[in-house]
Structure formats: C-alpha cells, structure tokens
C-alpha cells in the first residue's frame, strides 16, 4: 500500500465450506478471494493444502497490488469519478 493508506492486514482462513480464503485480518469481513480444492486434489495434497493455498493467494494478492488496486474498505479515501455533464 501506498501514500496515507494504512497498511491492510490479510489472513487466510478455512471457511465453513471447507474453501480456503484470503481477508481482512482487522474487520472478518467477506473474504477479497477464495480458492476450493476438489476433494480429490486434497486427498493428493495431504498437508500441503494449506501451503498450495497460501502460494496461490499471496500471488493473487500480489498482482492486485502491483496493479494499483486499493483493496481497503475506506471508501472516503478512494477516488470518486467525475461526474457527467450533459
């Protein structure tokens, strides 16, 4: 994150659902991605679902961020578009 943003603190959860998820650490809110392993490839992963998980998530988020998108939920910090004149 850049400028006067805070920094946006993410965790990754199990969800209910057995999805694994990437959200914001502060506020548990719906979660920015989601990743769901078949159960077959689970099965195949053992113990390092969580791990395949956590690489995919943090390249995801990775991208996001290089591209300049702000992910927090500040919403008054966030540029508004110009409005249209007719």
Do not use: Y
Not at 5 to 10: G, M, T, Y
Not at 14 to 28: N, P, T, Y
Not at 36 to 50: H, M, P, T, V, W
Not at 54 to 68: D, F, H, K, N, P
């Amino acid at each position: 994150m850049s400028g006067n943003n805070p920094e946006l603190v993410l965790e990754i959860v199990e969800l209910e659902d057995g999805e694994l998820a990437i959200r914001d650490a502060d506020s548990g809110s719906e979660p920015i991605m989601k990743i769901n392993f078949s159960e077959e490839i689970r099965e195949k992963l053992n113990d390092q679902c969580l791990e395949v998980a956590r690489v995919m998530l943090t390249a995801g988020i990775q991208m996001v961020a290089e591209s300049g998108v702000d992910l927090s939920n500040n919403e008054s910090e966030q540029e508004q578009p110009a409005p249209t004149i007719h």
